[in-house]
């Protein structure tokens, strides 16, 4: 089995891929101050087994979502879950690329997106997704965070490595204003959003997730890949999350 699929294997037995919480997506749409009972058209950019596509299937009841995600197998779930929520005539998956949307210009109302946009990196993808936004349409997106000026180089030197796009908030809402969107609001998501809502449901599945995949050299692998990254995060969780940025596209 290739690595991507023992990735799925891990994964797809989640409610979330990444950290994040319901409380949070629902003050995030607070923030964002939309009309909840409009018939938006919003797309949800990596929606994995649909953490976020679920609960705003729920909030916006006269919305509908465009669930996006290039794995099929994440998407195949987020609509058994759909169907058990009683919301799927109201939410399209969609097997793409994030980066090959094939989207009208401004067909959405709102475009959502958590944990996922550092796939193709966030300056690329606010300003690639920008033109699918209506004039005035909002941008809900969260991304990885330093939140403090200066970092303990261990966590520094992991995260040049992961991903070189992390930066401080006032960097992101920087590039938010370069591409044209006006910065709305702005919040980090409380420990409990990694640690009881993404970590910890994760390890409590290590166990089975190795007896299904015979404890395979690869699938230990991706267990102490893991591993190594929710010790750094409690270790460092002062100085990194994830920022969950609400901006409004100009013009
Ligand atoms: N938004 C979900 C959540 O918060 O639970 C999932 C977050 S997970 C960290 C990132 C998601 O992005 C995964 O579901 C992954 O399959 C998806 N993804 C990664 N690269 C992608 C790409 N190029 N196009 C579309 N989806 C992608």
């Known amino acids: 089995m290739d690595e991507l699929q023992i990735l799925?294997?891990?994964?797809?037995?989640a409610d979330r891929q990444g950290p994040g919480g319901?409380?949070?997506?629902?003050?995030?749409?607070?923030?964002a101050g939309v009309d909840r009972a409009a018939p938006l058209a919003v797309a949800d950019i990596g929606c994995g087994t649909g953490a976020s596509a679920l609960l705003l299937a729920r909030l916006l009841p006269n919305a509908r979502i465009t669930a996006v995600d290039f794995?099929?197998?994440?998407?195949?779930v987020l609509?058994?879950?759909?169907?058990?929520?009683?919301?799927?005539e109201r939410i399209t998956p969609l097997a793409c690329s994030m980066d090959e949307l094939p989207f009208a210009d401004g067909q959405f109302?709102?475009?959502?997106?958590?944990?996922?946009?550092?796939?193709?990196g966030f300056e690329a993808g606010v300003a690639?997704?920008?033109?699918?936004?209506?004039?005035?349409?909002?941008?809900?997106?969260?991304e990885i965070t330093w939140t403090t000026a200066s970092r303990p180089a261990e966590l520094q030197a992991h995260w040049d490595g992961e991903y070189p796009e992390i930066a401080?908030?006032?960097?992101?809402?920087g590039v938010l204003e370069q591409q044209a969107y006006s910065p709305?609001?702005?919040f980090t998501l409380p420990e409990h959003c990694w640690l009881e809502n993404y970590y910890r449901p994760m390890q409590a599945r290590f166990a089975d997730f190795l007896a299904r995949q015979d404890h395979s050299a690869a699938a230990r692998a991706v267990v102490a890949a893991e591993q190594r990254e929710i010790d750094l995060y409690e270790r460092y969780k002062d100085h990194v999350s994830y920022g969950v940025y609400v901006a409004r596209k100009l013009g």
């Open 79 to 88: 609509q058994a879950r759909a169907a058990r929520a009683g919301v799927a």
């Open 22 to 31: 319901d409380a949070e997506t629902a003050l995030a749409l607070d923030l």
């Open 8 to 13: 799925i294997d891990l994964h797809k037995h």
């Open 71 to 76: 794995l099929a197998d994440f998407l195949d």
């Open 184 to 186: 709305v609001a702005y």
């Open 128 to 142: 690639g997704w920008r033109r699918f936004l209506k004039p005035g349409g909002l941008l809900v997106v969260s």
């Open 168 to 173: 401080p908030a006032s960097a992101k809402i």
């Open 109 to 120: 109302d709102l475009i959502w997106s958590e944990g996922a946009i550092y796939n193709i």
